[in-house]
């Protein structure tokens, strides 16, 4: 009898599945989370790559901007404000007639961009120049020209162009023009008033304070959506929070910093402020909605563009100065 021992057999004629050893485990080293998977010590896992590259990005906001160049920007711009304001004054219309003129150009251009409006730019400049310059210098009744001209240059440039959407591209550039330069404009009305800094100030800080009580108490209390279609993040608790807010503002700033001033004025001042603020921060949320955009523009890093600032200021700018002329002269 042929006897065959235990390894005459060669391996290559074996059965495939017989070649291999059943150890009950796969050959290949299983990974756990957080192991190196038996590669080279020095070599960093998936998770801690991960984890460092996140360290390295910048730090966002919930609406996804950048937290640090915000706030970096917020201070540059507030230290601008304050240096012009309170130093030399007519700075300030300078200050005040780069912002219409930049807001301008970026509507323009967005407007252009997205919905193909050809509004005639080259007027819409001269009257953001125009209109504050001449509401700081001759007053009022001359700003209010001054929107009347460049509503007809806007209508004579556009002839240049054939006929077709003139009048798409003329209402929208006489909206631009009095959405931006000239509202505008009651800002160097309030600043040509002998206390001038001083009702900017009360100004600057109603509106500012209604936007960060809506967001403290929205963010905190906030349940109710106040235009979900619009902006879904604004609610009726927030708005209550910016309205309080403002109205304590408004009254301390009257009560000790507007000349005659009296703290009841200062709580209609910053209600009243406090509720433009909110309907104008609707209003541009509503024109980039139409547009299909997040932002205005891109110039102020973290904060988006020049537009995205003013949304809030320039409705407010009109009441502001409406109501001190009531109630402490212009």
């Known amino acids: 009898m042929l006897r065959v021992t235990r390894y005459s057999v060669p391996v290559d004629l074996l059965p495939r599945s017989a070649s291999r050893p059943r150890t009950g485990h796969s050959q290949q080293p299983r990974c756990y989370q957080g192991a190196t998977c038996g590669t080279d010590p020095d070599t960093p896992s998936v998770q ?3 984890l460092a590259q996140s360290d390295q ?5 919930r609406g996804g901007r950048n937290l640090q160049a915000a ?6 711009l507030g230290a601008v404000i304050v240096a012009s304001l309170f130093f030399v004054k007519v700075l300030f219309l300078v200050v005040v007639v780069a912002a219409a003129a930049v807001g301008v150009w970026e509507l323009s251009s967005r407007l252009t961009e997205r919905k193909g409006i ?4 080259y007027p819409l400049l001269a009257g953001a120049v125009a209109m504050p310059a001449l509401g700081y210098w001759a007053g009022a009744q001359w700003a209010a020209a001054a929107l009347a001209v460049t509503g007809l240059a806007i209508m004579v440039r556009r002839m240049k162009q054939p006929p077709e959407n003139y009048l798409r591209d003329i209402t929208a550039g006489i909206f631009t023009a009095f959405y931006v330069p000239f509202l505008a404009t009651f800002v160097a009305l309030m600043l040509a008033a002998d206390d001038g ?3 900017i100030l009360l100004f600057l800080i109603v509106t500012i304070c209604s936007d960060t009580g809506a967001y403290a108490v929205g ?4 349940k109710n959506k106040l235009a979900p279609t619009i902006s879904p993040g604004k609610t009726r608790e927030g708005l209550a929070g910016g309205v309080g807010l403002s109205m304590i503002a408004g009254a301390l700033i009257m009560q ?6 009296q703290w009841w004025q200062g709580l209609i ?6 509720v433009t603020a909110t309907l104008g921060d609707l209003a541009e949320s509503m024109i980039k909605r139409d547009l299909g955009i997040k932002d205005m523009g891109t110039l102020l890093p973290g904060h988006g563009g020049i537009m995205d600032r003013l949304d809030s200021l320039l409705p407010t700018a009109p009441v502001v100065w409406l109501l001190l002329a009531a109630f402490v002269g212009s």
């Not at 050809?118 to 730019?121: D, G």
């Open 48 to 50: 801690e790559t991960s």
């Open 197 to 199: 800094p001083q009702r």
């Open 219 to 222: 963010y905190k209390f906030g």
């Open 71 to 76: 706030i970096g920007v917020g201070v540059g």
């Open 256 to 261: 000790y910093v507007i000349e005659d001033g």
């Open 269 to 274: 001042l910053g209600g009243c402020a406090a």
């Open 57 to 61: 990005q910048p730090r966002k906001q």
């Open 118 to 121: 050809a509004a005639p730019l």
